[in-house]
T-cell receptor, first 114, second 111 residues
Framework: KQEVTQIPAALSVPEGENLVLNCSFT??????LQWFRQDPGKGLTSLLL?????REQTSGRLNASLDKSSGRSTLYIAASQPGDSATYLC?????????????FGKGTHLIIQP | NAGVTQTPKFRVLKTGQSMTLLCAQD?????MYWYRQDPGMGLRLIHY???????AKGEVPDGYNVSRLKKQNFLLGLESAAPSQTSVYFC??????????FGPGTRLTVL
């Protein structure tokens, strides 16, 4: 059974710092990996999707990498801002069509101090 | 383009009552999903559908039923609510096994 782990569970850093969130998964047979952001009491906002054949994806100040063979992904946030404060979730779909949905990690709760 | 919408946003039920949660998407997506989110457990898949008229069980299907009579709608039913079903329910949709888009959630409390 696929398990997704996110480290750290919580992180607090001063504004302006670059930071890295980590995600690991136990079964490397994945179809893609998706990073989400969730604000308190809100739904999930998709940030980046990495297909299994890709190594990284970038969107603005966000960069996500994927090392499928080692079962790891990182989300790099450059020049952090207070508005980046949220919970960040990592999720994977297994190979074979992925019709059985996403398997999620429990998230990293990020606080950016002004 | 509203994306994925969920009705209702909040609901309080008594044990044994029934209710239906409605998910609607206007992106013409084939795949739709229902997840629940609980503190300390993360999000877990309840049921999913790969097209109109199809449904399948996810990781935690017990106590729930679903229907996909129209491509744009996916209904989640609780026939006899239990306190263990207190949770936040999220619906999502995607084209094929690709990027999933989530609704705003329904916060359900069962007393």
């Amino acid at each position: 059974k696929q398990e997704v782990t996110q480290i750290p569970a919580a992180l607090s850093v001063p504004e302006g710092e670059n930071l890295v969130l980590n995600c690991s998964f136990t079964d490397s047979a994945i179809y893609n990996l998706q990073w989400f952001r969730q604000d308190p009491g809100k739904g999930l906002t998709s940030l980046l999707l990495i297909q299994s054949s890709q190594r990284e994806q970038t969107s603005g100040r966000l960069n996500a990498s994927l090392d499928k063979s080692s079962g790891r992904s990182t989300l790099y946030i450059a020049a952090s801002q207070p508005g980046d404060s949220a919970t960040y979730l990592c999720a994977v779909i297994r190979s074979g069509g992925g019709a059985d949905g996403l398997t999620f990690g429990k998230g990293t709760h990020l606080i950016i101090q002004p | 383009n509203a994306g994925v919408t969920q009705t209702p946003k909040f609901r309080v039920l008594k044990t044994g009552q029934s209710m239906t949660l409605l998910c609607a998407q206007d992106m013409n997506h084939e795949y739709m999903y229902w997840y629940r989110q609980d503190p300390g457990m993360g999000l877990r898949l309840i049921h999913y559908s790969v097209g109109e008229g199809t449904t399948a069980k996810g990781e935690v299907p017990d106590g729930y039923n679903v229907s996909r009579l129209k491509k744009q709608n996916f209904l989640l039913g609780l026939e006899s609510a239990a306190p263990s079903q207190t949770s936040v329910y999220f619906c999502a949709s995607s084209n094929s096994p690709n990027e999933q888009f989530f609704g705003p959630g329904t916060r359900l409390t069962v007393l």
